[in-house]
């Protein structure tokens, strides 16, 4: 079986509330990457945070924090689109990391989209409302086609995430349609915790973007769940050849004592030693998506 990818979620926009361990500074994500890579994670993903975490949205930021990491391990760089401003055209958010990109010390490895234009809300089934119910993560899809050529035109590798079925399946167009060339890392971007705008974290949301997974294409899917814990779910994806993206980020996993991110990797890991499956190094996680 081929390699399993972990990808660290490390922050994303959440508070230390419940973990004390979310970094927010430059140095302290770097310092965790370096702490996940040893753990066995590929890749890092996160989000630009200012001293008292609220969301950092310069470039500048996110290149100082991608200059750290790379000064700190070899792990995969993969930071967030989604910070710079959902509501601004997806070229406007995409082109800060394009310019990262023209040098080596601040150059993504991974650039994500989102494969459709998903309503950003909560609803609280305590006082059956909707928290922020006018916010939509627009991604049309004319500027999609754009921003994947863009993107493997700077010989960056991208990451098509899949919030639900019509997104799985804008990914078998746009194979068809030649806009994409595999291997294709495709995230099934699944959401608890009162965020319905993708597939629930559950067997059942897992199982409906794989029966629209284009068949005999290159593709390595892999699975987040955004507010939800992922470890139910890691024994299976580890078994059906899938990859898998945690991390407090995502959720604070209190229910384990407040872990950080490296502990969650290091499960994660183990779950996988037990499988038989080999955890991919970032080189090896780099051939798999496509670059050597």
């Known amino acids: 079986m081929k390699k399993l990818i972990i990808e660290a979620r490390i922050n994303e926009y959440e508070m230390r509330d419940q973990n004390p ?64 401003k959902k509501d601004l055209p997806l070229a406007e958010r995409l082109k800060p990391m394009l310019d990262l990109g023209a040098v080596p010390e ?67 167009a746009f194979l068809h349609a030649g806009i994409l060339r595999g291997p294709v890392y495709l995230p099934f971007h699944l959401t608890s915790g009162g965020m319905l705008a993708g597939h629930p974290g559950t067997q059942d949301g897992l199982d409906a973007h794989l029966a629209f997974l284009p068949q005999g294409e290159p593709i390595e899917w892999a699975v987040l769940n955004l507010h939800g814990s992922m470890l139910p779910l890691a024994e299976r994806i580890i078994r059906d050849g899938g990859h898998i993206q945690i991390g407090i980020g995502d959720h604070h996993y209190a229910e384990l004592g407040a872990p950080t991110n ?13 499988l038989g499956r080999d955890i991919a190094s970032p080189d090896e996680a780099r051939e798999m998506l496509g670059r050597c």
Not at 38 to 67: C, N, Q
Not at 156 to 167: K, P
């Open 262 to 274: 490296a502990d969650l990797v290091s499960r994660i890991a183990e779950i996988a030693k037990r």
């Open 106 to 172: 601040t150059r993504p490895d991974i650039l994500p989209l989102c494969l459709s234009s998903p309503n950003w809300d909560f609803f609280d089934s305590n006082s059956k409302t909707f928290v922020s119910a006018e916010k939509i993560y627009m991604n049309p899809t004319e500027d999609l086609i754009g921003s994947v050529r863009e993107i493997a035109k700077a010989g960056i590798d991208l990451s098509c995430v899949c919030w639900e079925i019509g997104a799985t399946r804008r990914v078998a």
């Open 21 to 84: 361990n979310v970094p927010w500074t430059a140095r302290e994500i770097a310092e965790d990457a370096k702490e996940c890579r040893a753990a066995g994670a590929s890749i890092v993903h996160f989000h630009a945070r200012k001293l008292d975490g609220t969301p950092e949205l310069s470039a500048a930021a996110y290149g100082e924090i991608i200059a750290q990491i790379k000064d700190s391990s070899d792990i995969l760089v993969h930071p967030t689109l989604g910070s710079l």
